[in-house]
């Protein structure tokens, strides 16, 4: 059976949804909190995208605005494990790419650990080019330092 898919922008209705997913996604101590999501939805230079079929959030993106300039930044892609491969990702990217061109927007960029390789081929297959290696970018309080590949596309 096909559902129907719908990529929109995110209100706080989606709160809760979006904290799930996200729990589901990353461990608790790297998982931003409800507070956080709550201020990324809410506040003026951010824009939530929610991928939806029915009441089901399969996953979201977070864009960050550069005040003053035309550069937005990713902070976070998360899809629903269950769901990956089906090019939900993918669906996220574009869906970002068309807001921010109407926005005048005319770069994204974007860090990623050195270790998430599904999401490094991802940003490749979107059009994304590695532009700088930041050493020990990412800290976890029981790892250590992770290394972080930054990442950009012109519009």
């Given at each position: 059976m096909h559902?129907?898919?719908?990529?929109?922008?995110?209100?706080?209705?989606?709160?809760?949804?979006i904290v799930a997913l996200e729990?589901?996604?990353?461990?608790k101590e790297f998982a931003y909190t409800r507070r956080q999501f709550r201020y990324f939805l809410m506040k003026a230079n951010s824009t939530v995208l929610v991928e939806t079929t029915e009441m089901?959030?399969?996953g979201f993106i977070i864009i960050l605005y550069r005040r003053?300039?035309?550069?937005?930044?990713?902070?976070?892609?998360?899809?629903d494990p269950i769901h990956r491969?089906?090019?939900?990702?993918?669906?996220?990217?574009?869906?970002?790419?068309?807001?921010?061109?109407?926005?005048?927007?005319h770069k994204i960029?974007?860090?990623?650990?050195?270790?998430?390789?599904?999401?490094?081929?991802?940003?490749?297959n979107a059009g994304f080019k590695k532009?700088?290696?930041l050493k020990k970018?990412?800290?976890?309080?029981?790892?250590?330092s992770r290394d972080a590949i930054r990442m950009v596309k012109e519009l």
């Open positions: 559902q129907n898919t719908n990529i929109r922008i995110a209100s706080t209705d989606d709160l809760e949804r729990n589901l996604c990353f461990p089901l959030i399969r003053g300039t035309t550069v937005a930044g990713i902070e976070t892609i998360n899809v491969k089906k090019g939900i990702g993918l669906q996220l990217l574009s869906a970002t790419e068309k807001l921010l061109r109407k926005k005048g927007i960029r974007l860090e990623v650990s050195t270790t998430n390789h599904a999401a490094i081929k991802l940003y490749k532009i700088a290696l970018y990412y800290y976890y309080d029981h790892e250590g």
